[in-house]
């Protein structure tokens, strides 16, 4: 190839030197794309396809020619010629020993017998074009002699790749349906090549040792292709991180938390997919410095090197992210258990550890929170180290301008860390707004337990500042006013109503006293009503002396009347 010319012209090129040569001249882009047009393809992707298989096959054979040509030339300086053995550089043919077992009618010939659609094959040679140059099928004195086919990855071929991931790993031992499975195949058609069927086989063998079943690995099937086509070693590399003595989570608690979504940060930092192989960018970088053909022959192959290289130091990189988070949390918050906060937050190495130390520095010398409040709070909701100190900071002034106690502050943070989130116009002033308008004054006092004497304040709803009004407040309020004689006290001294559920829990509850018990509601206390569970409540307040089954039933009925009812509402 002519490495001063245009793009263009190096692809007329590469159209010349695939048709010089019989046994590439099946992977020219078009007679690629009749083939898949015959299975059903539309004409645009079976195109696509056709370009992307050539190009494939051009950048592994120029690979295996520059990987030659250096041998043949460092043979050559080491024998004491000042020369390469050819003076055009690469040799441009493949001997007709290794070009025989290339046969791309065989290859799409198996697929088709494996109950793979055109479709299908075109999605895989689109994202693996090696498959395209694998060998179809065993020739007959290997088939006799299977060890030695299995030991010699030249040996590999596609019909057993089929059998080991779309048959035995796809279908017998995730049992996915056909359907699924070859859905997962075309996301996931490195299954198909011998390195790519061995790694996916470890990765769900690593899997399940590590606490996961798999149906749990099958049951995502969104995210399995990826999961599949992760590198085993790398997921043992950081299996061996989490386990470790400085994070110590649990084996058997590694494979639930790998296998969530929040999960995929930290993989594609630390075990990231391969990309598929591509010469296109190398070509364009490589013809515009005008080098020699040996300096462009050892640029080629240094392009090849680069992807690797680079991957490797991202790796690298992702560790160092992840170590240093790790030491903030377990020197500045105080987190001892990064199983439970990996377990619903697991991403949250890859936070930025300077905000980390503000927020926790923040909580202990402004909001007077413990070390150990501060590890509770992050616990029970890890998104908290992302939050800006300055946002966390109005929230804090802007409830003690409401007349939250300053000694209860630090309880209510450690409790419910996620008022700190609370967006003060859009959140909290409604909510006071709305209390206001009910007849609550002192709005830190109904929020917290700042008079430990009084009996009312037993129980107090630090979350109602995070209540949407028009969902929560106000449809449970108008509620209360029907139901209740005294409905502005009941509120003041059970502040805890506006959190139980107004179907389920609320209307069900009174609804049973007064149509099935005959009871005066308006005379019950509402705390009375509800700080029961199900059962008690029958048995204390409705006065039932069957255990509760005769309200279990009750509700039951009902609920599957609302069911019934919502979904009448939504289709009509």
């Known amino acids: ?8 012209a190096i692809q007329d090129q590469s159209q010349k030197i695939i048709q010089s040569q019989s046994w590439l001249s099946q992977y020219n882009a078009q007679k690629v794309a009749l083939k898949l047009e015959a299975l059903g393809v539309d004409e645009s992707t079976a195109f696509n396809t056709g370009k992307v298989v050539q190009d494939y096959v051009l950048a592994r054979v120029t690979r295996r020619r520059i990987r030659k040509f250096l041998q043949e030339r460092d043979a050559s300086w080491e024998a004491g010629n000042p020369l390469p053995l050819d003076k055009n550089g690469m040799k441009e043919n493949i001997p007709l020993t290794t070009t025989s077992i290339y046969n791309l009618d065989s290859v799409i010939s198996v697929m088709v017998e494996h109950g793979l659609t055109g479709n299908d094959i075109s999605a895989v040679f689109s994202h ?15 088939t006799e002699n299977t060890a030695q086919t299995q030991a ?22 995730l049992k996915l349906r056909r359907y699924d499975a070859r859905k997962v195949l075309r996301a996931c058609p490195g299954l198909l090549t011998s390195r790519g069927s061995a790694s996916a086989e470890k990765v769900v063998q690593l899997m399940v040792s590590l606490g996961s079943s798999t149906n749990a690995i099958a049951r995502d099937k969104a995210s399995l292709p990826t999961l599949l086509s992760r590198s085993p070693a790398l997921i043992f590399r950081l299996v061996a991180f989490l386990s470790s003595a400085q994070i110590q989570v649990p084996l058997d608690a590694i494979g639930p938390i790998l296998r969530q979504k929040q999960s995929r940060e930290m993989l594609d930092a630390v075990a990231p997919l391969r990309k598929p192989l591509s010469l296109d960018n190398g070509i364009d970088e490589v013809t515009s410095k005008n080098l020699t053909d040996t300096e462009a022959e050892s640029e080629i192959l240094g392009y090849f090197k680069l992807d690797s290289t680079i991957r490797q130091q991202n790796i690298e990189r992702g560790y160092q992210s992840m170590e240093a988070v790790a030491d903030v949390l377990r020197f500045n918050a105080g987190i001892r258990d990064f199983k439970k906060i990996l377990s619903s937050h697991p991403h949250v190495f890859f936070r930025n550890a300077t905000n980390i130390i503000s927020v926790t520095s923040f909580l202990k010398e402004e909001a007077g929170m413990t070390r150990e409040d501060v590890a509770k709070a992050i616990h029970t909701f890890p998104l908290l180290i992302e939050q800006d100190v300055n946002t966390m900071r109005a929230v804090v002034e802007h409830l003690q301008l409401l007349e939250v106690d300053e ?15 609370l967006d003060i116009q859009s959140d909290i002033n409604p909510v006071v707004d709305f209390l206001r308008d009910i007849g609550v004054r002192n709005i830190g006092r109904f929020v917290t337990n700042s008079n430990k004497s009084s009996h009312f304040n037993t129980r107090r709803l630090p979350p109602v500042l995070g209540y949407s009004v028009e969902k929560d407040l106000q449809p449970k309020w108008d509620f209360l006013k029907q139901v209740c004689q005294f409905d502005y006290f009941e509120v003041v001294r059970f502040p805890a ?11 069900m509850r009174y609804n049973y006293l007064r149509d099935c018990k005959d009871i005066p509601i308006q005379l019950v206390r509402v705390d009375e009503v509800l700080r029961y569970g199900d059962r008690d409540f029958a048995n204390i307040i409705a006065l039932d002396e069957d255990n509760g089954v005769a309200f279990a039933k009750y509700v039951e009925e009902h609920s599957i009347a609302s069911r019934s009812s919502r979904h009448k509402s939504f289709k009509r």
Request: charged share 20%; glycine share 4%.
């Open 1 to 8: 190839i002519d490495k001063t010319a245009t793009p263009i």
């Open 128 to 142: 693996t074009p090696s498959v395209a140059m694998m060998r179809a099928r065993p020739n007959t004195n290997e």
């Open 152 to 173: 010699d990855r030249k040996g590999f071929t596609l019909a057993e790749a089929l059998d080991n991931a779309f048959v035995g790993l796809l279908g017998n031992t």
């Open 407 to 421: 000694d209860a502050l630090p309880a209510i943070l450690r409790s419910f860390p996620a008022t700190l989130m």
């Open 497 to 507: 109503y506006f959190s139980y559920p107004l179907e389920r829990v609320i209307k």
